[in-house]
């Protein structure tokens, strides 16, 4: 597994990520800005699951995927009640550059869900500090 800094450190990027995403979502729908929203939807989905593995190492828990990692934030209330996590995972999941294609539009049609629910997640895990 990964040697992460601390918390407060993770959560800086986790911000700094979440501001670039929310940047994207004002832009006009071309193909590079979809593809540059997407792309930081990635960054900010890392962020977050190292996040919640910070959070997890100080809770003497600890989350090796990013699926085990979004299960652990949703049963500790780390993310809002209807979120749904595993679409979080598969829209990850489906952001290969071979399937942009097929479902990049689909996916950046969520980002300002997605983008909530990383806001959440940050600031319940800042909270927590």
Excluded at 44 to 62: G, K, L, W
Excluded at 80 to 101: F, G, H, N, T, V
């Amino acid at each position: 597994m990964e040697e992460l800094p601390p918390l407060n450190v993770l959560l800086t990027h986790l911000e700094w990520n979440l501001k670039r995403m929310a940047e994207m979502e004002s832009q006009a729908r071309t193909e590079y800005f979809r593809n540059a929203a997407l792309q930081r939807y990635g960054f900010t989905f890392d962020s977050a699951v190292r996040c919640i593995r910070a959070r997890a190492r100080e809770n003497h828990e600890s989350c090796e995927s990013p699926e085990e990692c979004l299960r652990l934030a949703n049963e500790r209330g780390w993310l809002p009640q209807d979120a749904d996590w595993s679409e979080l995972l598969e829209s990850y999941r489906k952001m290969k550059p071979d399937a942009l294609a097929q479902h990049g539009d689909v996916i950046f049609d969520k980002l300002k869900e997605y983008h909530t629910v990383f806001a959440t997640l940050y600031t319940r895990l800042a909270q927590q500090g």
